[in-house]
């Protein structure tokens, strides 16, 4: 059989398949439906400050081979978390990573300070797809000083590695890989979703609430396949790809492209039990491919 375990900054992952931020709670909901002791690991939904209540429905859109959400970022506050959750996730033997978010440098440091002081978590993912409230709006994730300004303020925080999540709506992925290592990453993932617009001709209405929403599934694979080797190729920190995986082979691609993890997110609206299945099938396709270990794969695109 194909050797599965990676390693990401660190973290030892049983195999490379992460269940995505956002599309699988906090985890504990999705135990009596997926052995969660069998998973690379679990990205919990994005953590804030305070709670969240979210955006006005509908929060969901089905596309062709995707769809658009604009959830709003719902969430019950990292203190609820580490009350409530993080006790029940500690019972599994699965890496853990905390998603935060914020609207200011502060707040995303108040997340991380509170987390850092309970165990049972294997690191941090922040999500910079954010508006920074106290700079005029200006995205975290689309100027590179922006970024490197938050990304060095939680890394001196942190107690934990930092995995910092990019975003698909820039021009050039490659500045901000760059400034998010130099600020002191230890991994980056991409891609989060991209900016995007349904429309219901016969009210001329958005069909989401809030208007815009976030496309992701497999329509937006190819582009994220692209944005995955082009910043892989930028940084020598890991990288976790993600973006429309839903078979063992769309993964293998990921990890041909630079990504030494994947994460699987929309398809688990489909099938609560993919990111499993998804690494069991990439097992079988390497093993069909005769590749002895998974890492082998890894920057392999001739290109
Ligand atoms: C309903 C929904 C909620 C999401 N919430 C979050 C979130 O809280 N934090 C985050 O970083 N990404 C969030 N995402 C983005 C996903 O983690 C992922 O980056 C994106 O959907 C692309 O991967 P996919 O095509 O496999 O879904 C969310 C996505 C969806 C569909």
Redesign the pocket.
Same mark, same amino acid.
């Given at each position: 059989m194909t050797r599965l375990p990676v390693e990401i900054c660190g973290i030892a992952l049983r195999n490379p398949v992460i269940a995505?931020? *956002? @599309?699988f709670g906090y985890g504990v909901e999705f135990e009596k439906l997926v052995d969660l002791n069998r998973l690379g690991g679990i990205v919990v $939904? *994005?953590l804030s400050r305070e709670p969240i209540e979210g955006n006005p429905p509908p929060r969901l859109w089905e596309t062709h081979a995707g769809?658009i959400?604009s959830?709003g970022?719902q969430n019950i506050g990292v203190r609820a978390f580490v009350a409530e959750k993080l006790p029940l996730l500690r019972r599994y033997r699965t890496a853990v990573f905390a998603?935060v978010?914020g609207h200011s440098v502060e707040d995303y440091v108040e997340v991380v300070r509170v987390l850092n002081d309970h165990p049972g978590l294997a690191g941090y993912?922040l999500?910079v797809s954010c508006p920074n409230t106290r700079r005029g709006g200006i995205f975290f994730s689309s100027d590179p000083g922006c970024l490197a300004g938050l990304v060095e303020a939680v890394r001196t925080v942190a107690r934990r590695p930092v995995i910092v $999540?990019l975003s698909p709506n820039v021009a050039a992925i490659e500045p901000l890989a760059q400034a998010a290592e130099s600020a002191g990453a230890d991994a980056l993932s991409l891609?989060? @979703?991209f900016v995007s617009l349904a429309i219901d001709a016969r009210t001329r209405r958005p069909r989401i609430g809030a208007g815009f929403g *976030?496309l992701? %599934?497999p329509a937006?694979k190819p582009i994220a396949l692209r944005l995955v080797y082009q910043a892989a190729k930028a940084v020598k920190i890991p990288v976790i790809g993600? %973006? %429309?995986?839903a078979s063992g082979e769309d993964a293998a691609e990921f990890l041909i492209a630079g990504a030494r993890a994947v994460?699987? *997110? @929309?398809?688990t609206f489909w099938d609560p039990a993919a990111p499993l299945k998804i690494a069991e099938e990439l097992g079988r396709f390497l093993q069909l491919c005769e590749v002895e270990d998974v890492r082998e794969i890894v920057g392999t695109l001739k290109f």
């Amino acid at each position: 059989m194909t050797r599965l375990p990676v390693e990401i900054c660190g973290i030892a992952l049983r195999n490379p398949v992460i269940a995505a931020s *956002g @599309t699988f709670g906090y985890g504990v909901e999705f135990e009596k439906l997926v052995d969660l002791n069998r998973l690379g690991g679990i990205v919990v $939904k *994005g953590l804030s400050r305070e709670p969240i209540e979210g955006n006005p429905p509908p929060r969901l859109w089905e596309t062709h081979a995707g769809m658009i959400n604009s959830v709003g970022l719902q969430n019950i506050g990292v203190r609820a978390f580490v009350a409530e959750k993080l006790p029940l996730l500690r019972r599994y033997r699965t890496a853990v990573f905390a998603n935060v978010f914020g609207h200011s440098v502060e707040d995303y440091v108040e997340v991380v300070r509170v987390l850092n002081d309970h165990p049972g978590l294997a690191g941090y993912e922040l999500n910079v797809s954010c508006p920074n409230t106290r700079r005029g709006g200006i995205f975290f994730s689309s100027d590179p000083g922006c970024l490197a300004g938050l990304v060095e303020a939680v890394r001196t925080v942190a107690r934990r590695p930092v995995i910092v $999540k990019l975003s698909p709506n820039v021009a050039a992925i490659e500045p901000l890989a760059q400034a998010a290592e130099s600020a002191g990453a230890d991994a980056l993932s991409l891609v989060n @979703t991209f900016v995007s617009l349904a429309i219901d001709a016969r009210t001329r209405r958005p069909r989401i609430g809030a208007g815009f929403g *976030g496309l992701s %599934g497999p329509a937006i694979k190819p582009i994220a396949l692209r944005l995955v080797y082009q910043a892989a190729k930028a940084v020598k920190i890991p990288v976790i790809g993600l %973006g %429309g995986i839903a078979s063992g082979e769309d993964a293998a691609e990921f990890l041909i492209a630079g990504a030494r993890a994947v994460e699987v *997110g @929309t398809a688990t609206f489909w099938d609560p039990a993919a990111p499993l299945k998804i690494a069991e099938e990439l097992g079988r396709f390497l093993q069909l491919c005769e590749v002895e270990d998974v890492r082998e794969i890894v920057g392999t695109l001739k290109f």
